[in-house]
């Protein structure tokens, strides 16, 4: 069941994201040890979502990441999280040809259903191991089109979608909640179990062999999957994170993560039992939609 109707608008906003550029020859052989997708797949121009995870299989990253060049590849994370995935993936680098350096990049983001030309991933660079300025990637939003363009201070890149309606970064993370993804910080937490977030099958491979902590996805995978997920909520009246929804009968199938405003209703996300239907209840007895992330 969706519970967003159509983005019938073209909008665009600005949003802070933390951006780790890896380069060298060998950066892509040492990121596919390490990060759950699969990377050496991954064509030039080519953008997917992954998780980073400690030996044991608990989350410590979830972020997008584009293959910009031969040997070149840009990961962007939500703010205040680039600095521990960089230095994750660091301690593990010894004697590894591949350089990594962090970032504080703007993200100009457009979606609406008349975004024209949406691209793959591209960049500023033209050398295999040459650091971008820009990169242009398609949304990972499941329930918009559009793009992102990531920008570093020194990039000289247009800003894409003229004509697009501006919007402060509080209204788009309504519509994140609304036609986007769970998001690092917001929905996922270091130490969440991936099995549990509603994303494993965007951002982890099951073909492309060992990566840092797949011993906890596989076997989780394997037996049917995790208890609960991230799904989508919406509601006509007001929730709050922490507030729980039950079934009618008074067992409890999930709890609200966030929440936002948007068209006169409440959207957002909630982690429900893996089994909860497609209906749950406020306390009071009001009524919230539940429906998959994708």
Not at 266 to 286: C, K, N, Q
Request: hydrophobic residues 40%; negative net charge.
């Amino acid at each position: 069941m969706n519970v967003a109707p159509a983005l019938d608008r073209l909008v665009a906003a600005t949003v802070p994201r933390d951006v780790l550029v890896v380069t060298g020859p060998e950066a892509a052989v040492y990121l596919q040890g390490q990060i759950s997708a699969d990377v050496e797949a991954m064509e030039v121009g080519h953008s997917t979502l992954s998780f980073l995870l400690e030996p044991r299989g608990r989350i410590e990253a979830y972020f997008a990441i584009s293959r910009t060049g031969l040997e070149t590849y840009v990961a962007d994370i939500e703010p205040g999280f680039g600095e521990a995935m960089s230095a994750s993936l660091e301690r593990f680098k010894l004697r590894t040809r591949a350089d990594f350096s962090l970032h504080e990049w703007q993200m100009h983001a457009a979606r609406g259903p008349r975004v024209e030309g949406e691209p793959g991933a591209d960049a500023s660079s033209t050398g295999p191991a040459e650091a971008p300025q820009h990169v242009v990637r398609p949304t990972h939003w499941p329930l918009a089109s559009g793009h992102d363009l990531l920008i570093g201070p020194d990039s000289t890149a247009a800003v894409l979608a003229d004509g697009a309606q501006q919007i402060s970064a509080d209204e788009f993370e309504a519509l994140r909640m609304a036609y986007g993804l769970p998001a690092m910080g917001s929905e996922i937490q270091p130490g969440d179990i991936p099995n549990e977030t509603g994303l494993v099958e965007r951002a982890a491979s099951f073909t492309k062999g060992c990566y840092r902590g797949q011993e906890l996805v596989e076997r989780i995978d394997s037996r049917t999957g995790g208890r609960r997920t991230v799904c989508r909520l919406r509601s006509a009246v007001p929730l709050a994170a922490g507030d729980e929804l039950g079934d009618g009968s008074g067992a409890a199938v999930a709890t609200v993560l966030s929440t936002a405003a948007l068209n006169d209703s409440t959207v957002g996300f909630a982690r429900s039992r893996s089994d909860a239907g497609e209906m749950a209840f406020t306390a009071s007895g009001d009524q919230v939609q539940l429906a998959g992330l994708f």
